[in-house]
Every structure is written in structure tokens, then in C-alpha cells.
């Protein structure tokens, strides 16, 4: 396991571009940057159990490869946010359930892998750089994401740059999101792209209602 500490920014769709590049990467990254295309599928039960104990269940599959990801539930305020992170690779697009059970939350022991359903995915393009900030000190991945979120016939669209902490002190990622909120407008953003898509299918029931 591994803990997760990052924030989040939306970003506004026409300064994805600007965004991009900025000398502000070639100032403070200390290697190229990397585009790559994630799509990924999230599961839960058909009543949302996952989502109520906020945990979330996916398989990413990057450049043919596919890791499944779980997270658990933790805080976020003001687009900083801390959580539970476990990941395993996987040979193919299906769900491993043997390697859940020992960081499987006990309020969910009752759920058996075949009652997990994919319900929506999320598709974009990541561009990403590795920082070294100074003062305070931090190692800091930097991804600028652009796609969307799909469920049924719904969709959202995804425009955010995400600080995630790899080493060092957290404070850094407030640092980095003010040195650039200077030219750009970055706002603090608690909804993961998880939570977009059960917004959509929360949206969908409610457009489907008797008398909607």
C-alpha cells in the first residue's frame, strides 16, 4: 500500500494548450515530458456500494498493459487529497478478486467479485512531467489531463492538472499550483474523476424517473 497525497486543479478547456507549454515545465522538470492515451473502467455493485463506503475499483490499461487499482476512502479539502492506493498488474482487462481480500474494507466483505460491474469509463490524454521543487522540498509528478468521463449515453468532460507528492513536503503542491495560478486559472477541485462518473449515472436515474 501506498498512500496518495495530491491535488487537484480544474483547468479551463482553452488554456489546456497555453497550459501545456509554458516554460514553467522546462524551468522545474528534470526530464522531458511524456503524453500517453489511459482509458479506464470503474466497477461497483448495481447498488452503488462502493461509492457510499467511498472506494473506488478500476483497470487501467496504458500502452496494452492493464493495472488494476484500488482506493479507499480519505479526506480532501480544497483539491488536497489523502487516500489508500494498492495497484497489481494484470494479464488481461478482467478483475483479479484473489488479490482484494487482505486490503478488501471489512464494511464491504459481503461483496463477492461476480457482483462487480463495469459502469462507466473514463478516456484521456495525460501529459506528464517529474518536478523537483526547492523550497520547500519535493519530488512531484505534474499530469494534465484532457478526455472525458462516459456513462451510458452521458458523458463529462475531464480538463485538470493533478500534483501528486512523491516525496518530500506536501506544502510544495500549494507552492507549485500558486506559482502557476499566476498565469493561468487553476481552481481547487475535490470531485475525482470517480465521482464524476456516478454523478452521470445519478444523473441518468434521475432522468428516468416516472414524470421526468
Sequence with gaps: MSQETELKLSVPADQIEPLKSHPFWQEHAVQPSETLHLGNTYFDTRDLRLNQARVALRIREV???YIQTLKTRGESIN???R???WEWPLRTNKLDGQ???PVWPAELSDISI???KPLFTTDFYRTRWLLV????????????DQGAVTSGTGSSPICELELELMEGDESALMAIASALQRCFELTPSDQSKAEQGFQLIANRHCNTEPGK
Design 79 to 81: 483539491g488536497l487529497s
Design 114 to 116: 461476480e457482483q462487480l
Design 63 to 65: 500502452n496494452g498493459q
Design 99 to 101: 488479490v482484494l481480500p
Design 133 to 144: 521543487w526547492q523550497s520547500p522540498f519535493a519530488r512531484v509528478e505534474a499530469a494534465l
Design 83 to 85: 487516500r489508500g492506493e
